[in-house]
């Protein structure tokens, strides 16, 4: 079946310590995208990228990483210049950049301790 | 800045119960508002509206769109307990994904 794997689903890390989140669509998908979600709040974009090795900055890239060496993978880094970075957080793929309708994996929830 | 706005933020209702979910927008060049489920984890998509007046519908969730007040409602009608989610709202530009906003969400409980 087609779709988005997230992983891993729960993560914790020591402040201080980078970490990395996997996203993988097997959706021939050209756009991928990286919300986060915090209670109260709605999704807010990080980094999207609408071609392989190409990438933009969302609404709140700062503390942020990513790379689009192949179409299928879009890997977030969360550093340790990231404030505030317990959160859920949202992977999604389109068809296209200009497809309005987003495809979401299952989130990946990383906690700070 | 473009802003999504949900309504009521959460609703507890009985099973068969009818509900009604808010969505307000203020957003530049708008192309469509886009509705999403989000039980657990990944949110999933319901319906995409582009045109005033036109209702989408899919078994007992419904859609309408008014782009002259710039609203749309999700109508839910013999809820059951798998319709509790978080019912999420997004408007989309001209400008492409980037600048899908998103609403907060309504949290919807179901009691059986």
């Known amino acids: 079946d087609g779709g988005i794997t997230q992983s891993p689903k729960y993560l914790f890390r020591k402040e201080g310590q980078n970490v990395t989140l996997s996203c993988e669509q097997n959706l021939n998908h050209d756009a991928m995208y990286w919300y986060r979600q915090d209670p109260g709040q709605g999704l807010r974009l990080i980094y999207y990228?609408?071609?392989?090795?190409?990438?933009q900055k969302g609404d709140i890239a700062e503390g942020y990483s990513v790379s689009r060496e192949k179409k299928e993978s879009f890997p977030l880094t969360v550093t340790s210049a990231q404030k505030n970075p317990t959160a859920f957080y949202l992977c999604?793929?389109?068809?296209?950049?200009?497809?309005?309708?987003?495809?979401f994996g299952a989130g990946s929830r990383l906690t700070v301790l | 800045e473009d802003k999504v706005v949900q309504s009521p933020l959460s609703l507890v209702v009985h099973e068969g119960d009818t509900v009604t979910l808010n969505c307000s927008y203020e957003?530049?060049?708008?192309?469509?508002l886009l509705w999403y489920k989000q039980e657990k984890k990944a949110p999933t998509f319901l319906f995409m509206l582009t045109s005033s007046g036109i209702e989408k519908k899919s078994g007992r969730l419904s859609s309408i769109l008014d782009k002259k007040e710039l609203f749309s409602i999700l109508n839910i009608t013999a809820t059951q307990t798998g319709d509790s989610a978080v019912y999420l709202c997004a408007v989309d530009s001209n400008f492409g994904n980037e600048k899908l906003t998103f609403g907060t969400g309504t949290r919807l409980t179901i009691i059986p």
């Open positions: 990228s609408q071609i392989v090795n190409d990438f």
């Open positions: 999604a793929s389109a068809v296209f950049s200009g497809a309005n309708v987003l495809t």
């Open positions: 957003v530049t060049n708008f192309r469509s």
